[in-house]
């Protein structure tokens, strides 16, 4: 059976991608201050963080352990985080978020919170403009 090659221990600041499964089972991965566009951008992968970015595209991280999102701008993703340990605080509204398994979404709005599965634990906690939290777990 051929191994696939995926990415690992490599940083990316000031980029643009405009991909498909860019990030795949990518492993020690930094991304910062880029733009990043396509879909399932980043499944099964593992200690991966995007530090101040803006994510485009539907069902982008999914299937992850140990991502991180600081400041970062999720436009047009839905079904985002599904089975994912995710830490991350975003800038502005989402479209939808699926059963994160583990952790804590900070955003300001999402469209649509999905919780349909018994091991879906990951808390998304909404913040809204008056600074009112509302969370679901």
């Known amino acids: 059976m051929k191994k696939e090659r995926c990415i690992t221990d490599s940083v990316f600041e000031n980029c643009v991608f405009d991909t498909k499964d860019a990030f795949w089972h990518a492993r020690n991965i930094t991304i910062r201050n ?12 593992e200690n991966l963080t995007f530090d ?6 539907t069902q982008p991280l999914c299937y992850c352990k140990k991502l991180r999102l600081i400041n970062c701008e999720m436009v047009d993703t839905d079904l985002s985080f599904e089975r994912s340990d995710v830490e991350a605080t975003l800038t502005a509204p989402i479209v939808s978020i699926k059963n994160p398994l583990s952790g804590h979404i900070y ?5 649509e919170i999905i919780m349909d599965i018994g091991d879906a634990h990951g808390e998304v906690i909404v913040e809204s403009r008056k600074g009112i939290r509302d969370c679901c777990a």
């Open 107 to 111: 955003v300001p709005e999402a469209g």
């Open 34 to 45: 880029s733009i990043v566009k396509g879909e399932y951008l980043a499944w099964y992968s």
């Open 52 to 57: 101040h970015c803006r994510i485009i595209g």
